[in-house]
Structures are given as structure tokens and as C-alpha cells.
């Protein structure tokens, strides 16, 4: 069974730190983009962020930050364990929201609409 699970949200303070984590089962995440996006309360799904397949062939890893993320997430891939992890510093109210990790096959695209699967989401709260 094909399953994305995100984990590793929570409520904090202005300025802190949450890390979440990207777990898939069902098939291998080195062939796939990972992307991270967000909700917030009232607003419509946004891209954060992607990673690109890191096969070590054709697709070597890069990351991808919307400007408003840029320089406090940081995206890292833990293949072996079929993971992936947004680390997040300098939270800030406007970043609340659920948090969706997503992928489509290979290299990062735009277009949400192309990613492949989803998982449920995870809820991150900052509080100010």
C-alpha cells in the first residue's frame, strides 16, 4: 500500500524550531521529488519547497525554497530509511498551517497537480 505520513507538528512560540518528517511506505522514495506544502487557515495550499530525486544518475538532490521560507526550512533526504525532513527555524505566526509532503517521480515541478501522492498532514501552530 502506497502511503505518505508526515509527523512532527505541533503548537510553539514565536522564534522556535519543529522538524517534520516525510514517511513513505509502498515504494521507493529515492525515484521521487519531494515537495512540501502548506495551508494556512483560510488560504489556499502553497508550495514551500522541493527536493529532487537524488539517484545519483540522472537526478543529483537539489533543493528548491519559496522566497518566504528561503534561509529558515531546510530540506535534507534520508534515502536508506525512506524519509524526508523539513527542518523549520524562525517560526513566525504566518507559518501556521498543515504541512503536506507530496511526490512526483524525479525532478521537483511546480504544478501540484502533477505530484503523485499526498499524505494527510500535519498541523503546525505558532504562537505569538
Known amino acids: 500500500q502506497v502511503q505518505l505520513v508526515e509527523s512532527g507538528g505541533g503548537l510553539l512560540q514565536v522564534g522556535g524550531s519543529l522538524r517534520l518528517s516525510c514517511a513513505a511506505s509502498?515504494?521507493?522514495?529515492?525515484?521521487?521529488?519531494i515537495g512540501w506544502f502548506r495551508q494556512a487557515p483560510g488560504k489556499e495550499r502553497e508550495g514551500l519547497s522541493c527536493?529532487?530525486?537524488?539517484?545519483?544518475?540522472?537526478?543529483?538532490?537539489?533543493?528548491y525554497y519559496k522566497d518566504s521560507v528561503k534561509g529558515r526550512f531546510t530540506m535534507s533526504r534520508d534515502d536508506p530509511k525512506n524519509k524526508e525532513y523539513l527542518k523549520m527555524n524562525s517560526l513566525n505566526p504566518e507559518d501556521t498551517g498543515v504541512y503536506y509532503c507530496?511526490?512526483?517521480?524525479?525532478?521537483?515541478?511546480?504544478?501540484?497537480?502533477?505530484?503523485?501522492?499526498w499524505g494527510q498532514g500535519t498541523q503546525v501552530t505558532v504562537s505569538s
Open positions: 507530496a511526490v512526483v517521480s524525479g525532478v521537483c515541478v511546480y504544478d501540484e497537480e502533477q505530484y503523485d501522492y
Open positions: 509502498g515504494f521507493i522514495l529515492d525515484y521521487y521529488a
Open positions: 527536493i529532487s530525486s537524488n539517484d545519483g544518475r540522472t537526478y543529483d538532490g537539489r533543493t
